[in-house]
C-alpha cells in the first residue's frame, strides 16, 4: 500500500524570534512509519520539528507551520491508499507575523490567533474511494465521546482515541494507549504500552481493513 502518515508538532510563527507549538514529540507517527515500511508498505512521512531520526526506507519531508503541512498532505494525499494523521496540528495561527522581533516593553500583551486549515477535514471532503483515513484525536476528557465527532464530522474510516495530559502516556511520552474506532462501529482497545508495540497494532488493524474493503 501507498501510506502517507504525518506526524509532530507544528511551529507558528510570531516574530523573527518566537513560536507556538505544543508537546507532540513524533514519536507515535514515526513508529507508525518505520512498522509501515518494515511491513513492506511505500511510505511518505509529513513531519514538524522534532529530534528523531527519518526511519528506514521512509521518505521523509519536514515542514514547519500547519500551512506547510496542509500543503504538502494535498500533494501527496492523491496518491495514498491510507492516510493516518498522527501530527498535532495547531489549531491557531498567530493572525499577523511581526516582522521585527517584539520588544519588552509592555506588562501585558496579547496575540491575535486565527484558526489554520482543519488538513484531516479536508482530506474527508476530498477522500477517493477506497481511500483509508485515519486521525487521531487527543483529548484531556471525554475520550471516546469527542472522538467518535471527530470520526463522524471529518468523514473518517478510523479514529485513534488516545488521552493526553497524563504522566504516563500520550504526547512526549515513549508510551501510549489507544481506543481505536471505525466507522462500522467496531471498538479495539489497545491498553497502555510502548509506542513501538502500539504502531505494530495499529498497522496491522488498518491494513487488514483495506484487505477486507477490497
Ligand atoms: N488536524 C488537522 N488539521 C488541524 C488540526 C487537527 O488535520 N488544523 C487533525 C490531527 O492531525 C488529528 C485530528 O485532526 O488527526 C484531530 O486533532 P485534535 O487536535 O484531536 O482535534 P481538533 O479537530 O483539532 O479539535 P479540538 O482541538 O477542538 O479537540
Redesign the pocket.
Known sequence: MRVLI?AGPTREKIDPVRYISNYSSGKMGFALAETAARKGHRVTLVSGPVSLVSPKSVRTIFIES?AEMACEVRRLAKSADLII???????YTPAKFAKDKIKKTRTVISIRLKK??????GLGRTKRKGQILV?????TSELLK?ARL?LEK?NLDWIVANEVGKKDRGFSSDNNAATLISRRGKKIVLPLQSKKSLAEKIIRILTTEHTEKH
Open positions: 504525518t500547519a494523521m498522527a501530527a498535532a496540528v495547531a489549531d489554520t486549515e482543519d488538513i484531516l477535514a486521525g487521531f484525536a487527543a483529548e469527542n471527530k471529518k
